[in-house]
């Protein structure tokens, strides 16, 4: 995987996508900003539990027995809206959604804090949330979500490093299996990020430490017209986002999606209408 300084050219950073389905964009958010989102996070973290996933056993043992997860990120450190306006992500995001009219959600946005001890991750794609897309149209199948993993403090491969198999989005064959072997860790510096497509491989590694835990951030975006991991619309009150940009309200749930020019109808619809005010000219104004 290729690695870019932040605003390096966005052309450079897509083709290395397109190559390798992921990239390493280094120091993508600084201090202060890390050190304020990562302060909230681990003061979450100090009452969170690790394991997860409710009572079905792949979840379970996919969430993590001694991994740290929880959402609602923007409750406790406003950080997280200033990552939903990064211009640098957004323009990568609207590029690589760009069939959706750059009108996406968020997908999530949580906290995975790999704990000691913790097995690697199953090596998956992200978009296989939406299986029967994905299924049904490999290997032509348009980019359905874009992710990036934010490293809260240093990563290393011992501490649970994300692996990923570069290529593995081009496969001509759904089917074929991930070999943990192809794999290679991201090894991220504090306020590195590593963003990569939902049809890469790749998975969580294994904590092979004692005493240290893997602290990331993850948050992705999804097309429109598909229902999102995180229900934010449940978790952000109101009052918190109503005097946020129009991007974070759309990102939020907080407007419809309109495929316009495009075929298709409107969706995510209050009383049949718009939930801010219309678009100009294809671009959402804030109300």
Not at 5 to 12: F, I, K, T
Not at 19 to 39: H, I, N, Q, S
Not at 79 to 100: C, I, N, T
């Amino acid at each position: 995987m290729k690695r870019f300084l932040r605003g390096h050219d966005v052309e450079d950073v897509l083709s290395a996508i397109e190559d390798a389905g992921a990239v390493v964009v280094t120091e993508f958010l600084p201090e202060p900003a890390l050190g304020k989102l990562r302060r909230a996070v681990q003061t979450r973290a100090d009452a969170a539990s690790a394991g997860g996933g409710g009572q079905i056993s792949f979840w379970k043992k996919f969430h993590g027995s001694q991994t740290k997860r929880f959402t609602g990120i923007g409750l406790t450190s406003d950080v997280f809206f200033e990552l939903l306006d990064d211009r640098y992500l957004a323009s990568l995001a609207d590029h690589l959604l760009g069939d959706s009219g750059h009108q996406y959600w968020m997908n999530t946005c949580q906290a995975m804090i790999i704990g000691p001890g913790e097995a690697a991750q199953v090596l998956h794609r992200d978009g296989d949330n939406w299986s029967n897309v994905m299924a049904r149209t490999w290997p032509v199948c348009p980019e359905l979500t874009v992710s990036m993993m934010l490293a809260l403090e240093d990563v290393d491969e011992l501490v649970g490093a994300t692996r990923v198999i570069p290529g593995s989005h081009r496969w001509t064959e759904y089917e074929r299996p991930a070999n943990p072997a192809e794999a290679i860790p991201a090894t991220l510096r504090a306020g590195d990020a590593l963003i990569y497509s939902g049809r890469v491989f790749h998975g969580g590694g294994a904590n092979q430490t004692t005493d240290r835990w893997r602290w990331a951030l993850h948050l992705s975006f999804v097309v429109g017209w598909l229902t999102p991991e995180e229900a934010a619309s449940q978790i952000y009150p109101a009052a918190l986002i109503q005097n946020r940009s129009a991007r974070v309200k759309r990102l939020l749930g907080m407007s419809s999606f309109n495929p316009y020019p495009g075929r298709g109808g409107r969706l995510w619809l209050k009383d049949f209408e718009e939930w801010t005010q219309p678009r100009k000219g294809g671009l959402e104004t804030d109300s």
